[in-house]
């Protein structure tokens, strides 16, 4: 178990890259930390692992705390983004290095290092150079190298992100089932939501050295806590419309639209609605958003429609999914009609709960 309270890190020149920050991982758990870039991630692993020295707040590892205790006595194992390989070793020698430093004989590492070889396909490869290798082996080697020791922990920095896009989905797949085979707490840092909606049992999303909120990946699709969340993660962005409340109902771009009990008339909010929870009929109607079609994008089995609609604002876009077998021509008229129990309602940027 990782547990963080209150981590603040600031560095010389007034950066304040963790502000204030709690976090509490469980026991095996694949924990992803979402973000944009510059969010402090990074910076958080680091912290983690010992790299950094928090300028206040405390963390703990198991049931010890941490805090000011140097990398090496932390009883964890870090992947970082370039691999960070000895070029001058070959692979046993890579994998069996901390074993090295941690003075087990020679014989004992090398037949670690070459089991953990051979549970990661690198067999074939023992005697070549991180040179000799292509991204993905040399990913695997620093795999290795990480599982070899049995930390009680993973801290993975954008493990993924120096493999081509087929690389990246078999290393993913790859990843989280030896991550279930070995039950090891693993903290996964990547700036990819797909990734970390494909591979977490739960996310932490990020935003200038806060958490925005932490659920598992169901939760923080399905219900994104604020305007920011919504907008970060999905494939395609989230339509995100502002309205006044009317008799409570919606009145935006001439749809009138349903919502959740208990907001006041005149009140200013945001309707949130995935693309994906939006129907495109061809004829109007009083729910839906009519206009036109301006760009039709193809998913490979479906197509991201973009509708430019007029309202009192000025115009307005709204992208819905459509199945691949209902292809709309650019410029039609149609109209996107949401799918209200989707429907997500934020008032000053958070989630209104009903
Ligand atoms: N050693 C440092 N000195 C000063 N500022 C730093 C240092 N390291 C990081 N920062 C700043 O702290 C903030 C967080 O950086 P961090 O590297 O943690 O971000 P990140 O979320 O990992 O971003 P990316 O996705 O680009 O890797 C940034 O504003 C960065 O410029
Ligand atoms: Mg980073």
Do not use: W
């Not at 082996?137 to 795999?143: D, F, G, N, P, T």
């Not at 078999?170 to 700036?191: D, I």
């Amino acid at each position: 178990m990782i547990s963080l309270h209150g981590l603040t890190k600031e560095f010389p020149g007034g950066v304040r890259a963790l502000d204030a920050l709690d976090l509490e991982i469980a026991d095996g758990e694949f924990f992803a930390l979402l973000g944009p870039s510059g969010c402090g991630k990074t910076t958080l692993l680091r912290t983690i692992a010992g790299l950094e020295t928090p300028t206040s707040g405390r963390v703990t590892i198991g049931s010890a705390e941490v805090t000011g205790l140097p990398p090496g006595r932390r009883d964890v194992a870090m992947v970082f983004q370039d691999y960070a390989l000895f070029p001058h070793m070959d692979v046993t020698a890579n994998i069996a290095y901390p074993l090295k430093i941690k003075k087990v004989p020679r014989p004992e590492r090398e037949a670690k290092a070459g089991e953990t070889a051979s549970r990661l396909s690198l067999s074939e490869l023992l005697t070549r150079r991180p040179g000799q290798l292509s991204g993905g082996q040399q990913q695997r080697v620093a795999l290795a190298r990480a599982i070899a020791c049995h930390p009680s922990a993973f801290l993975f920095d954008e493990p993924l992100s120096n493999l081509d896009a087929r690389m990246r989905l078999e290393a993913r797949t790859f990843l989280k089932r030896l991550q279930r085979e070995l039950a090891v707490t693993t903290v996964f840092v990547t700036h990819d939501q797909g990734e970390a909606l494909a591979m977490a049992d739960r996310i932490a999303v990020m935003s200038a050295g806060r958490i925005m909120q932490v659920g598992t990946p169901r939760e923080v699709f399905q219900r994104p806590a604020d305007t920011f969340v919504a907008s970060f993660i999905g494939s395609t962005p989230m339509n995100l419309l502002p309205g006044v409340v009317k008799d409570g109902t919606l009145r935006v771009a001439g749809a009138v639209l349903p919502l959740p009990p208990g907001l006041a008339d005149g009140e200013e909010i945001v309707y949130g609605l995935r693309p994906e929870y939006m129907d495109l009929t061809a004829t109007p109607r009083e729910d839906g958003f009519a206009g036109h079609v301006s760009v039709v994008e193809n998913l490979g089995t479906s197509y991201l429609v973009t509708l430019e609609v007029r309202s009192e604002s000025g115009d307005l876009l709204v992208q819905a999914v459509v199945p691949e077998d209902a292809e709309p021509a650019t410029g039609a008229a149609a109209c996107a009609v949401p799918r209200h129990p989707r429907a997500l309602v934020y008032r000053e940027g958070k989630l209104v709960t009903t």
